[in-house]
């Protein structure tokens, strides 16, 4: 069964920081990962989506990488603000998708 | 603008009600998924289906049944509510997943609170 891992749980860092948000799988067979943002008390917006021929998808000021061999994606935001405080999540796609739990991310002014 | 509706964002029901969570989708995707959301346990897939009256048992479907009799409507059940079926329920929607981009759309969440 796939199972998806966020590092870390949450994370804490000044306005401006540049940050990397890391996702782990199991099984490498699948069709794509995707990232998401959640913000407290509602439904999840999606960031980017990443086929599994892709190695990486960019949007504004975030990049998402996908290494499929090693089970690996990382969301990497550049010049973080407040605004960009959420929890991010990510999900891996084989017929249905599973999620990690997320990282809950805050940004300080 | 794609859409994914779900038509109770609050509820409060008794132990033992039969309670009913409806999702509308005006996007005609063939896929439709209920995910239930936890403290620390993050989303845990409850049924999806992939076509109109067909579904699949997810992680957790115990406790729950689905309907899904168009295309644009995926109907999560409580038979009999318990306790611990509070939780955030979310709707999600999408093309199947061999079609290039298949991006998945989530409702807002339905809270529900069993007492």
């Known amino acids: 069964k796939q199972e998806v891992t966020q590092i870390p749980a949450a994370l804490s860092v000044p306005e401006g920081e540049n940050l990397v948000l890391n996702c782990s799988f199991t099984?490498?067979?699948?069709?794509?990962l995707q990232w998401f943002r959640q913000d407290p008390g509602k439904g999840l917006t999606s960031l980017l989506l990443?086929?599994?021929?892709?190695r990486e998808q960019t949007s504004g000021r975030l990049n998402a990488s996908l290494d499929k061999s090693s089970g690996r994606s990382t969301l990497y935001i550049a010049a973080s603000q407040p605004g960009d405080s959420a929890t991010y999540l990510c999900?891996?796609?084989?017929?249905?998708?599973?999620f990690g739990a997320g990282t809950r991310l805050t940004v300080k002014p | 603008d794609v859409k994914v509706t779900q038509s109770s964002r609050y509820l409060v029901k008794r132990t033992g009600e039969k309670v009913f969570l409806e999702c509308v989708q005006d996007?005609?995707?063939?896929?439709m998924f209920w995910y239930r959301q936890d403290p620390g346990l993050g989303l845990r897939l409850i049924y999806f289906?992939?076509?109109?009256?067909?579904?699949e048992k997810g992680d957790i479907p115990e406790g729950y049944s689905v309907s899904r009799e168009k295309k644009e409507r995926f109907s999560l059940i409580l038979e009999s509510a318990s306790t611990n079926q509070t939780s955030m329920y979310l709707c999600?929607?999408?093309?199947?997943?061999?079609?290039?981009?298949?991006?998945?759309?989530f409702g807002e969440g339905s809270w529900l609170t069993v007492v």
């Open positions: 999600a929607s999408s093309t199947p997943e061999t079609v290039v981009g298949n991006t998945i759309y």
């Open positions: 099984d490498s067979a699948i069709y794509n």
């Open positions: 990443i086929q599994s021929s892709q």
């Open positions: 999900a891996v796609r084989p017929n249905d998708m599973r």
């Open positions: 996007m005609d995707h063939e896929n």
């Open positions: 289906s992939y076509d109109v009256k067909m579904k």
